[in-house]
Each structure stands twice: as structure tokens, then as C-alpha cells.
């Protein structure tokens, strides 16, 4: 028997791209899936694809940037399932364009979904993982976690602070004795709609020509499941996933 079979799994952004990839691998391998984006219609469609297959899924409509939506989706997965195992916090989005231009509105979106979205699942799954003593936490950042380039400034600050909250919130809860496990994840060019959220032409043009060379997010969503399928005593803190020929 798998160790995700009957997990209670979380995931945000779970409407497309590696959210969803995730949804199906880890269904298909016995969790139970509590899934969350705004887009009701995909919801639903990826619900029916997991329940067609056999697997168990529930959806809320979700906006990461509300402190209450998170508060009332961990207390849905709680009413319907009892307990929460994982969360995969994988909302997020990736405007970019060089500092000059004052995407002003954008930086403020990316801060609000990629940080404090960020945050707010934690906040919402930590109390009841931590009465449990049992937990998981998965967190997307990015190579752009890892490395600074031209036009993704603000971009790589908030996966940046995303790698900073893994890791901080690892230490917490290690030294709490509370067996919480966090995962920072960190992509490299993924196919996903994550980048058609750049607005700004001359950054989308040689973002497209970049992602030529993306892989699946089925590739992240298995990377995913191995993390969560080790034994509790265990934990996979970081994974940096890149196409074997991404050089940054």
C-alpha cells in the first residue's frame, strides 16, 4: 500500500499546470484531495477527471489572497475529511518586466499571491497539523528562488522569501518536536499557464523563446509525490527540478 494512500492532500492553484498534475498523481496513488483555485469550471472538470478514474476529490473556490478563504478551505477539508496530511501550497503567478517600467499593480499581485498566499495556507493547516503531530507543507518557489536575472527582480524576491519561509518554518517546527515536514520545491521552465501572467511584450518575447525548452508538470507533480510518499521519519526539505538542458 502506498504511504499516500488516504492522505488528505490540499493543493492551491490547483486549477492548471502543476497544481493540477499533482491532483491526478496523487489521486491516482490514494489521497484524497481537497483542491482550490478560482476558476469553479476547472475545478469541477478536475474533479470529475479524478473521481472518473476512481480517485477522491472535493473543491472550494478559492483566492489565496483572502486570510478568510484559506481559514474557511482548511476548515472544509476539516468538516469533510476530518484532518489535513499535506498541503501543497503551489498558487502563483509571474508577471515580469524590467523595474523601469513601475509595474506597480503587478508587483503588488505578485506579493499578494506568491507571499502572503503563501502564508496564509500555512497559518490555516499549522494548528490542526500541529494538535495532529503529523504534517506536511509543501511549498512552491522556483530556480528564480535561487538565481537573479534581468526583468524578474521583483519575481525572484518572492520566491525567494518563499525559500526563506520554508526553510524557517522547517526550523520551527523541528525544534517544536511537532514532526511537521516542509518541502520547498523549486521548478525550472515548466509548461504551465504561468506565463501567460507577463503582461509586459518585450519580457513575454523572450520569456516564450526561453520555455521552449519547459517540461511537463508532470514531471514537478512526481517530484511532489515523492516527497510525500516517504516515510514520516523523513523529510525531502529541497528540490531543485530544471530541464536537463536549463543552464540558469
Known amino acids: 500500500m502506498s504511504n499516500i494512500q ?50 477522491q476529490a472535493i473543491y472550494k473556490v478559492t483566492d489565496v489572497t483572502s ?31 524590467f523595474l523601469f517600467k513601475k509595474k506597480v499593480d503587478e508587483w503588488d499581485k505578485m506579493i499578494d499571491v506568491n507571499i502572503k498566499g503563501v502564508l496564509y495556507a500555512i497559518a490555516a493547516v499549522l494548528p490542526s497539523m500541529r494538535e495532529r503531530k503529523s504534517g506536511h507543507i ?24 518563499v525559500k526563506a519561509i520554508s526553510e524557517g518554518l522547517r526550523q520551527e517546527e523541528a525544534i517544536s518536536g511537532t514532526n511537521i515536514r516542509v518541502t520547498n520545491v523549486s521548478p525550472g521552465a515548466v509548461s504551465s499557464e504561468l506565463l501567460e501572467t507577463t503582461t509586459d511584450a518585450e519580457t513575454k518575447t523572450g520569456l516564450d523563446d526561453f520555455y521552449k525548452i519547459a517540461i511537463d508538470a508532470d514531471s514537478i507533480a512526481r517530484a511532489i509525490t515523492f516527497a510525500v510518499e516517504q516515510p514520516s521519519d523523513v523529510a525531502i526539505n529541497e528540490m531543485i527540478i530544471r530541464p536537463t538542458v536549463q543552464v540558469g
Request: contains cysteine.
Open 6 to 55: 488516504d492522505k488528505v492532500v490540499i493543493i492551491t492553484g490547483a486549477s492548471s499546470g502543476i497544481g493540477a498534475a499533482a491532483a491526478k498523481e496523487l489521486a491516482a496513488k490514494g489521497a484524497k484531495l481537497v483542491l482550490a483555485a478560482r476558476r469553479e469550471e476547472r475545478l469541477e472538470q478536475l474533479q470529475k477527471e479524478i473521481q472518473n478514474d476512481g480517485g
Open 67 to 97: 486570510h478568510e478563504q484559506m481559514e474557511e478551505l482548511a476548515a472544509y477539508a476539516l468538516k469533510e475529511f476530518g484532518k489535513i496530511d499535506v498541503l501543497v501550497n503551489n498558487a502563483g503567478i509571474m508577471p515580469q518586466a
Open 138 to 161: 509543501i511549498n512552491l518557489s522556483s530556480v528564480a528562488g535561487h538565481n537573479i536575472y534581468p526583468g524578474g527582480t521583483v519575481y525572484c524576491g518572492t520566491k525567494y522569501a
